[in-house]
């Protein structure tokens, strides 16, 4: 299985941006996967996952900013973002789990599929 994200970019304060994320190689797409982000000096975060549930599930701070899309046939993750602020700036990373259920608090080493990550900056 192998995740290649892209998209991102820089924006300023205000803006949208998408990241979307391609998945390959025999996957069950009912699976857990998400979206995590890291900001510099500080931990990878999740901030949307969905599983078997289909039902994304998004961290308070982008509740409602961010809306992620999960499309089976194309094998595609994407992530829509909106009214982005400074504090959204991170590399952000899909990743993908052999788990069925799982919560924003899924530990991160119950990821075992990484794409390479991509950059989004906001500048105010």
């Known amino acids: 299985v192998q995740l290649v994200e892209s998209g991102g970019g820089s924006v300023q304060t205000g803006g949208s941006l998408r990241v979307s994320c391609a998945f390959t190689g025999y996957w069950s797409t009912d699976r857990c996967m998400g979206w995590f982000r890291q900001a510099p000096g500080k931990e990878r975060e999740a901030i949307v996952i969905?599983?078997?549930?289909?039902?994304?599930k998004y961290a308070d701070s982008v509740q409602g900013r961010f809306t992620m899309t999960k499309d089976n046939a194309k094998k595609s993750l994407d992530l829509q973002m909106r009214r982005l602020k400074p504090e959204d700036t991170a590399a952000y990373f899909c990743?993908?789990?052999?788990?069925?259920?799982?919560?924003?608090?899924?530990?991160?080493?119950?990821?075992?599929?990484w794409g390479q990550g991509t950059q989004v900056t906001v500048s105010s």
């Open positions: 969905i599983d078997q549930d289909a039902r994304p």
């Open positions: 990743a993908a789990s052999l788990r069925w259920y799982c919560s924003l608090w899924t530990s991160i080493d119950e990821y075992i599929y």
